[in-house]
């Protein structure tokens, strides 16, 4: 790696699958702003997990890279490898360190007990995500709130999860969105290859977890009457049951093309789809829709904020399998505005660019360098009222007793006067101390 200039920092970037990125939204991230921070003479270390069967780099785009080995059990994998990267962090300190993923919160007190500046990448609401039973639910719930308190600063990828941390917690975050890659539609010989045709397809690219609703897409696209085919692009690790559900839901129409590492072929499918869409629901601003939106591909995306904040009007929206099929059908009928759509989709997507994102990057590292941040966090404690806390059910049909208005109300006032104490915590007033068990909501405890 070159010798640092003048100025520039130490960064590790922690909690990932690692580069090169094959895998998700994370790991994107890490090679599109990793990349761009080392060219500008930054010292970038990526932590990356070992498989059996994978080369193992020294560098990668300007980054050097630490390879170390994970469990290999879903609940475990993030986790064990996040806190073999934490111990070697300690023993090879740097300046500003970005932890990814809020699961990751337990060792957080390490890193600042060695005094390195860390920020924590939230991503999205994980204790929505089907795949987690109660014990995983209530974990990232947990986390969320270790997040918050153990953090020096917090990211967010998407107005929505910065919204629901204020809202939650009282606690700032940086607002860094990813990145969309501007993609060529002058190629298309690698369709032939995979016999589809320019606009002659609807494509999905997601990983087959219930929270991205491939199912529904294949569901809804059967009850159809599209006569293009859908290209379904994924699979997902410990997820055989559901891989199962979405496949039997399909007719001859639908073409399953399983994980596609190949870059260009990817990049074309994208750039000649005549719709992708978009079923991811709770992980913030999505990579693969960016992708879309770079393309100027048409969408029709699962009907939540994060999603209608990136498309705005240029797209159709679905929360049902009958949905799917009313706009897969409306936008084979008018070719001309599903084209347009796209259109307007490609110049939204001016609005996401990698080299503003990696220059946000770059900016808070500096900032935590220089240890310019609040010194005291919010305590993690959660503000939202319970279902305890809700009114009583009405004595007769359409009316509320004044008496069960009076237990919210008295709530409601201490939240807003915890709201405005740990807000003027979180800007650097002080806090009283609070235990790890004070920081997790009351449901995981019990």
């Not at 379904?232 to 399983?258: C, E, I, N």
């Not at 068990?437 to 019990?446: C, F, G, I, V, Y």
């Amino acid at each position: 790696m070159p010798r640092r200039r003048s100025g520039a920092l130490r960064i590790a970037l922690v909690g990932t699958r690692g580069v090169p990125a094959r895998y998700g939204g994370f790991e994107t991230a890490v090679e599109e702003v990793g990349r761009r921070l080392a060219d500008a003479g930054h010292e970038v270390v990526v932590y990356c997990r070992t498989t059996a069967d994978a080369s193992r780099p020294a560098e990668h785009l300007g980054m050097r890279l630490v390879h170390l080995p994970a469990l290999r059990r879903r609940s475990l994998e993030t986790l064990s490898h996040t806190g073999l990267s934490v111990l070697h962090l300690l023993t090879h300190r740097v300046d500003a360190a970005i932890v990814f993923n809020a699961a990751n919160a337990p060792w957080l007190p390490l890193v600042r007990a060695a005094r390195i500046p860390v920020a924590t990448h939230v991503d999205g609401l994980e204790w929505k995500r089907a795949k987690w039973g109660g014990i995983g639910k209530r974990y990232y719930r947990i986390v969320e709130a270790l997040s918050v308190r153990w953090s020096d600063a917090l990211i967010a990828d998407a107005r929505g999860i910065a919204d629901y941390y204020r809202d939650e917690f009282a606690a700032p975050t940086e607002l860094i969105a990813y990145g969309a890659p501007k993609i060529d539609a002058a190629r298309s010989e690698k369709l032939a290859e995979a016999g589809l045709t320019e606009r002659g397809f609807h494509l999905v690219v997601a990983r087959f977890e219930p929270e991205n609703h491939v199912d529904v897409i294949v569901d809804g696209y059967r009850r159809s009457d599209a006569q293009l085919p859908l290209v379904v692009v994924g699979s997902a690790p410990y997820a055989d049951d559901h891989t199962r559900r979405v496949h039997s839901l399909a007719d001859d129409r639908v073409q399953f093309l399983g994980g596609v590492w190949d870059q260009e072929l990817l990049d074309q499918l994208y750039a000649h789809c005549a719709t992708y869409l978009h079923g991811h629901s709770v992980g913030g601003t999505n990579p693969s829709l960016l992708r879309a939106i770079g393309a100027g591909a048409a969408t029709i995306a699962y009907d939540v904020s994060f999603n209608r904040e990136v498309l705005e009007t240029s797209g159709r929206y679905f929360s049902t399998a009958e949905d799917v099929a009313v706009a897969v059908t409306a936008a084979e009928a008018d070719p001309a505005r599903t084209r347009k759509d796209g259109k307007r989709a490609r110049l939204l997507s001016a609005r996401y660019d990698w080299d503003h994102v990696a220059e946000g990057y770059a900016q808070l590292c500096r900032r935590l360098a220089a240890r310019d941040f609040p010194r005291t966090r919010p305590r993690g404690v959660r503000l939202r009222l319970g279902p305890a806390a809700q009114p009583e059910p009405a004595t007769r049909a359409g009316q509320t007793t004044v008496g069960a208005l009076v237990p919210v109300a008295r709530q409601a006032g201490a939240v807003d006067a915890r709201r405005r104490h740990l807000t003027a915590s979180a800007d650097g007033a002080p806090a009283p101390a609070a235990s790890v068990e004070d920081a997790a909501p009351r449901a995981a405890r019990s």
